[in-house]
């Protein structure tokens, strides 16, 4: 046998380096790595300057008696620990915001059929503008320990990332706002704020941070945004084009909406990109049954996968009867 090796030829050595080189384009998976890239120490050092200067806690003596809740330091946000929260002790009542895509399709169908003016607003930090009503108390965050306290702990005044009632409290902001305003929440949804004058209407759409308004005069709209200003820090991102991982594409008759990204997202996520294409979603005929066949190994991942593609209906009408068929299943995957 003739080998490699008694010609002469052989693989050089790879040497490998006891350094360990951290890039800024890839995201850190703990926080000691991000301390070791420059671009991620400044982010968490303005995001800490930022939460100071919102005076979003109070340095205090521990308390005995009293659960402490962690943090985490993700994408230069300080994010606490939620799930050290004690039910009824350290929250009451928690509330979700979610918008149905139902809602969203009339909104933007209104504005489209009447050639209203729409414009897209994003909220700085919109969680940290709620206040909280129960008494939380976080450990300092390593490479920010006050040197004069180090064992002391802070007491939150603002709502931060990851508790449990930070949406509710944030909500509750937003909402006692708009009413000084002049709006009410509609009865059909929670998320859509209206404002019906004699001449002029307005909507509000919000998701979280995400707005999105839309009005039959220019000028109200206009004046509006100032109002909302002189309480919140958001930017104006004009008339929107990207709205809930909604692709708006403006033509002469009307507006396209297309959700291209988003279902390529998904089909990445789920490792189905490869897949190949067929004209219909699903079989004429076919029947389901949860005590036929093999059940699907993860629950969790099947309630994700059918979630997403629920969402994909509001521009994928065609897929509405098949994925209903799979709604049916999600006490008990097929």
């Not at 607003?121 to 108390?137: R, V, W």
């Not at 449990?164 to 998320?191: D, I, M, N, Y």
Request: with cysteine; net charge neutral; hydrophobic share 40%.
């Amino acid at each position: 046998m003739i080998t490699r090796s008694k010609h002469g030829i052989f693989k050089p050595k790879a040497l490998l380096s006891n350094c360990i080189i951290y890039s800024p384009l890839t995201e850190p998976r703990s926080i000691s790595e991000a301390f070791f890239i420059k671009e991620w120490h400044v982010a968490m050092d303005l995001e800490f300057q930022a939460l100071c200067a919102n005076n979003s806690w109070s340095l205090v003596p521990p308390h005995l008696n009293r659960q402490l809740v962690g943090f985490n330091k993700y994408k230069a946000h300080l994010v606490a620990k939620g799930f050290h929260q004690v039910p009824s002790f350290d929250f009451l009542d928690t509330f979700s915001l979610v918008i149905k895509p139902a809602t969203i399709y009339v909104v933007i169908s209104l504005a489209i059929s009447h050639k209203w003016t729409m414009r897209q607003l994003d909220f700085n930090n919109a969680f940290l503008n709620g206040f909280l009503k129960e008494d939380i108390y976080m450990e300092q965050p390593p490479s920010f320990v006050n040197p004069s306290h180090p064992t002391w702990v802070y007491k939150l005044h603002r709502a931060l990332y990851g508790l449990k009632q930070v949406p509710r409290a944030w909500f509750e902001c937003l909402h006692s706002k708009l009413l000084t305003l002049g709006f009410h929440s509609s009865k059909a949804h929670t998320s859509l704020f209206l404002k019906l004058e004699s001449e002029h209407s307005l909507y509000i759409l919000i998701l979280v941070d995400d707005v999105l308004i839309t009005s039959s005069s220019a000028t109200q709209v206009q004046d509006f945004i100032p109002q909302l200003q002189t309480s919140f820090a958001l930017k104006d991102l004009g008339v929107p084009s990207y709205f809930l991982r909604l692709e708006l594409t403006y033509t002469f008759q009307g507006v396209l909406l297309s959700q291209h990204n988003y279902i390529i997202d998904v089909l990445q996520k789920d490792h189905m990109d490869q897949a190949k294409p067929i004209s219909t979603p699903m079989a004429n005929g076919a029947s389901f049954s949860s005590y036929i066949g093999d059940v699907f190994g993860d629950p969790h991942l099947y309630c994700s996968i059918v979630g997403s593609l629920q969402y994909a209906t509001i521009t994928q009408p065609k897929i509405a009867f098949a994925i209903n068929c799979v709604c049916q299943f999600m006490h008990q995957q097929l």
